[in-house]
């Protein structure tokens, strides 16, 4: 197949020790007042105060939302975007993890959109001209700051949604590795574990046939020549640091290499997207409320299992990446998931969906569910359907790889 890439990017990424500094001159020439979105942790951070105090230097009218939920309710998009009414920002200043970054998003749509956000759950129904987002992650995960996403929960739907456009990129991002140095080892594991399930899943999605409408007729198109790269960059990154970020948060280097990751997964995601392992988790996630990282690292050893046969030679890629010494495709392609399995455990995240609160009459709905995320499901390199999805879910529940490598 000829080559074929996509990228779709914020037009400044600044990335590095310190960077946050430079936040009022990306903001500056958006106008005169400035919406900070951030939450209740971060609202009583010094390091919060600083941005809002280095922004009024530069002569804006800064006000703050701090009180964005994890995991994204409507009601706090809702209560977000009233306060926005009042504040009338001409720039949105998104500071925290993915929850706070995609609820600034949301927001920007709101202020120029009036309709319902579900009339915009899919892809490409953002209209142009939404505010401009400046996101500054404060966890290595998401990758919210590049990606085209917003993930809420829709309490009529039960289970997370989102809304894909190339309108939801933020305008500009600022990651500094400095604001993760708060991050608690428990979140550092769970939001880092999220970033390689996205490395994985972008770097293994189907390549499709690189059609002219293939890159402007769809968010997400499969793995492509930009997106290898990003991803095979981000899978070297966190193999190497985040054991390490998680063991000693005080490390500037695993820090900065466990966020570059992360962004580098975010890029390359935002275009091939992602796949079954983002797909079981948003119903896993609706029955147990645990954190989105935490459920997709859970399962993707199992997806990895499921897609092997179809793998060999991308997973053998993927040991080498995790530095595993040279041997055959077919082996290779074993340890690649044995690592992935063995670097989840060393950071603590759970082996099997019981331990995370799963009940087995909840193994059914889950299944279903799984299938009607259409645009993961689809990027599955393997082609999933409610027999594969079962066969998953069960290994997962019993925390058994062996009954997928029949
Ligand atoms: N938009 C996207 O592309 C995308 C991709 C994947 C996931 N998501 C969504 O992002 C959300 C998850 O984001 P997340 O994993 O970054 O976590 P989060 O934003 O939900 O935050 C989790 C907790 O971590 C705390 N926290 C954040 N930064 C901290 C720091 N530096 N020090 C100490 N505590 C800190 C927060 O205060 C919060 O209590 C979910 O809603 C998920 O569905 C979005
Ligand atoms: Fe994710």
């Known amino acids: 197949m000829r080559a074929f890439g996509v990228q779709r990017s914020p037009r400044t990424i600044l990335f590095g020790a310190g960077q946050r500094a430079a936040l009022a001159h990306l903001v500056r020439p958006h106008g005169q007042r400035a919406m900070i979105c951030t939450d209740s942790r ?3 951070d010094p390091l919060l105060s600083g941005m809002a105090a280095s922004l009024r230097d530069a002569g804006l009218t800064v006000g703050v939302y701090d009180g964005t939920l994890a995991e994204l309710p409507m009601s706090c998009i809702d209560e977000a975007a009233q306060a926005a009414r009042d504040i009338r920002p001409d720039v949105i200043v998104a500071v ?14 709101r202020l120029t959109y009036d309709g319902p956000l579900s009339d915009l759950y899919g892809e490409f129904r953002v209209p142009d001209g939404v505010l401009p987002v400046i996101a500054v992650p404060t966890t290595s995960g998401t990758g919210s ?39 608690p080892p428990g979140l550092t594991a769970n939001t880092g574990a999220d970033a390689m399930t996205h490395a994985i899943e972008a770097f293994t999605t189907l390549r499709r046939d690189p059609t002219p409408d293939l890159g402007v007729a769809n968010v997400f198109v499969g793995s492509n020549v930009i997106s290898h790269m990003q991803a095979a960059t981000a899978i070297r990154c966190l193999a190497g640091h985040l054991e390490r970020a998680v063991r000693d948060g005080s490390d500037p280097v695993a820090r900065e290499q466990v966020m570059l990751g992360a962004l580098l997964a975010g890029q390359a995601f935002g275009t091939a997207g992602t796949a079954a392992a983002h797909a079981i988790q948003y119903p896993v996630g609706a029955c147990t409320h645990t954190p989105h990282g935490l459920g997709v690292a859970l399962l993707l050893p199992y997806v990895m299992e499921f897609n092997r046969p179809d793998c060999v030679g991308i997973f053998a890629d993927i040991a080498r990446l995790f530095g595993l010494p040279d041997a055959p495709d077919d082996l290779l392609s074993r340890q690649a998931i044995d690592a992935v399995d063995g670097l989840f455990g060393r950071i603590g995240i759970p082996k099997s969906l019981a331990a995370l609160g799963v ?48």
């Open 96 to 109: 925290g993890g993915g929850s706070c970054i995609d609820l600034g998003k949301l927001v920007a749509v």
């Open 42 to 44: 971060f609202g009583a």
């Open 359 to 406: 009940r087995e009459a909840d193994l059914g709905t889950i299944a279903e569910q799984s299938l009607t995320a259409r645009r993961l499901v689809k990027n599955n390199p393997r082609p999933l359907d409610l027999d594969g999805v079962r066969r998953i879910i069960a290994a997962a529940f019993e925390g058994n790889r062996d009954l997928l490598r029949s």
């Open 145 to 183: 700051e590049v990606t085209p996403v917003a993930v809420l929960d829709d309490p009529g739907l039960g289970v997370k949604i989102g809304i894909s456009s190339p309108n939801l990129i933020p305008h500009a991002a600022v990651c500094d590795p400095e604001l993760t140095l708060s991050c």
